[in-house]
C-alpha cells in the first residue's frame, strides 16, 4: 500500500466544486430534518429527526457517495495517468488497497459532513446533543459499503454514473422495495439495519428496512464483506488490464 497514492488520489477527489457539492447534497437530509423540526414539540422532534435520516439520504448522500468514489480512479483513467500517479512501482493487490483506503476516507468525508447539519439541528431543537449520534453509525456503514460498490464500478465502467443511479434508484429503491429477499442487497438498508439496533425507530424510519433485520453486527459484518470483495474485484481489474 502506497501512502503516496492515497493522499494524491483523495486530495485530487476532494477539490473545489466537486467538495462543496456533494458536501452540500450529502447535506440534505440534515437540513431537511432541521428545518422540519422548526416548531414542532420535543417529543415529536424525535421521530421527525429519526424518519427523515432514514427515508432522505438514499436520494442523497448515496449520489453524493457515487460521484466521489467512482470518480477516485475513473478521473485518472479518463485522464491518462493511471500507471503514473505514485514515484515508486507498486502491485496491483498495494494499487488496488491504496485506491480503496483513498476512496473510503473520501466517502466518510462526505458522509459525516451529510450527518453533521442533522446532529446540530437536533442538538439546537431538542436540547439533546445525543438524539443524532446513533445515525451516525448508518452514514458511516453507508460509506463503507457504496464506496465498495461504487469505486470498482467507477474503474471497469466509462458509464458508472448511469450504472450507479440506476443501482440506486432502480434497484434499492424499486427492485430491493418490491421483491422479498432482495432487500439485504441494498447498502442503504444494511447502513439503517445497523441504526435500528442502535435507537428506537417510529415505524415509518423502520419501513425503510424492509426485510431486513435489525442488528449492528451484522451490518458491519456485511460492509467488511463488501470492501474485501470490493479490493479484490479491483486488484483483478487492475490487474487483467494492466494498468500498472
Do not use: Q
Not at 32 to 61: E, F, Q
Not at 156 to 161: G, N, Q, V
Request: glycine share 10%; net charge neutral.
Amino acid at each position: 500500500m502506497s501512502m503516496t497514492l492515497i493522499r494524491h488520489l483523495a486530495s485530487r477527489t476532494l477539490r473545489g466544486k466537486r467538495l462543496l457539492g456533494t458536501g452540500a447534497l450529502a447535506a440534505v437530509a440534515g437540513v431537511a430534518a432541521w428545518v422540519s423540526m422548526a416548531g414542532i414539540t420535543t417529543d415529536a422532534t424525535a421521530d421527525i429527526y429519526r424518519t427523515v435520516t432514514a427515508s432522505v439520504p438514499p436520494a442523497t448522500l448515496s449520489i453524493a457517495l457515487l460521484i466521489v468514489t467512482s470518480a477516485t480512479l475513473r478521473d485518472e483513467r479518463d485522464g491518462g495517468t493511471l500507471a503514473y500517479v505514485y514515484m515508486s512501482p507498486v502491485s496491483a493487490a498495494g494499487f488496488a488497497l491504496s485506491a480503496m483506503t483513498a476512496a473510503l476516507v473520501t466517502a466518510v468525508v462526505i458522509s459525516l459532513a451529510g450527518w453533521l447539519p442533522g446532529w446540530v439541528g437536533a442538538g439546537i431543537m431538542t436540547g439533546s446533543w445525543s438524539l443524532a449520534l446513533p445515525a451516525l453509525s448508518a452514514y458511516l456503514l453507508a460509506a463503507f459499503g457504496y464506496c465498495a460498490v461504487f469505486l470498482p464500478l467507477g474503474y471497469l465502467f466509462d458509464r458508472s454514473l448511469i450504472i450507479g443511479l440506476a443501482y440506486i434508484f432502480v434497484w434499492e429503491g424499486i427492485v430491493a422495495t418490491a421483491v422479498t429477499g432482495v432487500g439485504p442487497s441494498s447498502v442503504w438498508r444494511i447502513a439503517m439495519s445497523g441504526y435500528a439496533d442502535l435507537d428506537d425507530l417510529p415505524p415509518d424510519a423502520l419501513d425503510v428496512l424492509g426485510t431486513v433485520e435489525p442488528g449492528i453486527g451484522g451490518a458491519i459484518a456485511t460492509v467488511v464483506v463488501l470492501v474485501v470483495v470490493g479490493t479484490l474485484v479491483l486488484t483483478w481489474a487492475v490487474r487483467s488490464r494492466d494498468a500498472v
